[in-house]
C-alpha cells in the first residue's frame, strides 16, 4: 500500500514488542567484541558518534570501544542525553565536530543513530570540508512531519525547545544527496520508525545495508558494527560498494530494486 498521499503510521505494535531483542544484540556484540576488534584496519582518523532520540553517551559504549580497538580516535558528542535539536544540542555538536577537526587536523566520520544520524547528515551538508564520511543507524531521515514513529508523542512535547532542521525532513529528499561518502544502516524489522524512512538514493557514494534486528540494538548488532568497520577502513577517494564477506551472506539480507521515493 502507498504511504505518499498520507502520513506513514508508527511501526505496528509487535514490532514494536520485539525491540526487546536488543539485549540480545548487546550480548552478541559483546561476546564477539574480540574479533570485532581484531579486524579493524584503523588509521588513527576522527570518528564522531551521536546517540539517537532520548539516549546519551552510554549508549554508544559498546560501539565506542570496538572502533577504538580497531585503530580510530574514536569519540561521543559530550552533550548530555539527546533531547531533540535544541540550542545546546545543535552549536554545541558543531562545536565539537570544529574542535576535533582542528585537534586531527582531518576530516571527521560520523556516525549517528536514528536521531543522531539526521543531526550528522545535516552538518555534512553545511560543512562537508570538515565530514570525510557519514553512516547512519536507523536514521529516518526521509520522515516528513505527517509520519509517525513510536515516539512521536514525546519528540512532539520536547519540540517547543527545537530548532527546526528541515533539510533531512523534505519529502522525496529535495535537499538532495550528500557530497560526502554517506552509507545508511537499516532493519525492516524496525519497530520506532518506517524502515523505508531510513533509505538514501543509491548512487555514487551512497548505498543502504540491511542487517537483520531491532532499531535500539542497531547500535551494538554485530553486523552492523562489521559493516561500520568495512565503511571506514575506506580511505579518502577509493570509495566502493559495501559486499559482505564470504559466509557471512546469512547476516545481511539480499539487496532489493525497492526504491525509497515510493513506500509500498
Given at each position: ?21 536488543a539485549v540480545f544484540?548487546l550480548g552478541a ?236
Open positions: 500500500m502507498a504511504e505518499t498521499d498520507r502520513g506513514a503510521a508508527p511501526p505496528s505494535n509487535w514490532l514494536r514488542v520485539l525491540e526487546a531483542r544484540e556484540a559483546v561476546a564477539a567484541a574480540p574479533w570485532l576488534r581484531m579486524i579493524g584496519r584503523g588509521d588513527n582518523h576522527p570518528v564522531l558518534i551521536l546517540p539517537g532520540f532520548l539516549a546519551d553517551d552510554s549508549s554508544t559504549l559498546p560501539l565506542r570501544y570496538i572502533l577504538r580497538g580497531q585503530g580510530y580516535w574514536v569519540d561521543g558528542w559530550d552533550l548530555g542525553r539527546n533531547l531533540g535539536p535544541t540550542p545546546h544540542i545543535v552549536d554545541g555538536l558543531l562545536a565539537k565536530l570544529h574542535a576535533m577537526h582542528d585537534r586531527h587536523d582531518a576530516p571527521v566520520s560520523l556516525i549517528g543513530w536514528s536521531l543522531g544520524g539526521i543531526y550528522a547528515r545535516r552538518i555534512a551538508r553545511r560543512h562537508p570540508e570538515m565530514v570525510r564520511q557519514v553512516i547512519t543507524l536507523g536514521s529516518p531521515f526521509r520522515i516528513t512531519p505527517d509520519d509517525r514513529s513510536a515516539v512521536s508523542r514525546i519528540y512532539e512535547r520536547l519540540s517547543p525547545q527545537h530548532i527546526p532542521i528541515v533539510e533531512e525532513a523534505l519529502p522525496g529528499i529535495e535537499a538532495g544527496p550528500l557530497t560526502v561518502p554517506a552509507t545508511s544502516i537499516y532493519t525492516r524489522t524496525d519497530g520506532v520508525v518506517r524502515w523505508w524512512q531510513c533509505l538514501d538514493d543509491e548512487g555514487p557514494q551512497r548505498e543502504n545495508i540491511e542487517v537483520y534486528g531491532s532499531h535500539s540494538g542497531l547500535g551494538f548488532n554485530p553486523a552492523a558494527i562489521y559493516a561500520i568497520s568495512d565503511r571506514l577502513a575506506q580511505r579518502p577517494g577509493e570509495w566502493a560498494p559495501f559486499s559482505p564477506p564470504p559466509g557471512t551472506s546469512q547476516f545481511f539480507p539480499k539487496p532489493t530494486n525497492w526504491s525509497p521515493r515510493v513506500a509500498a
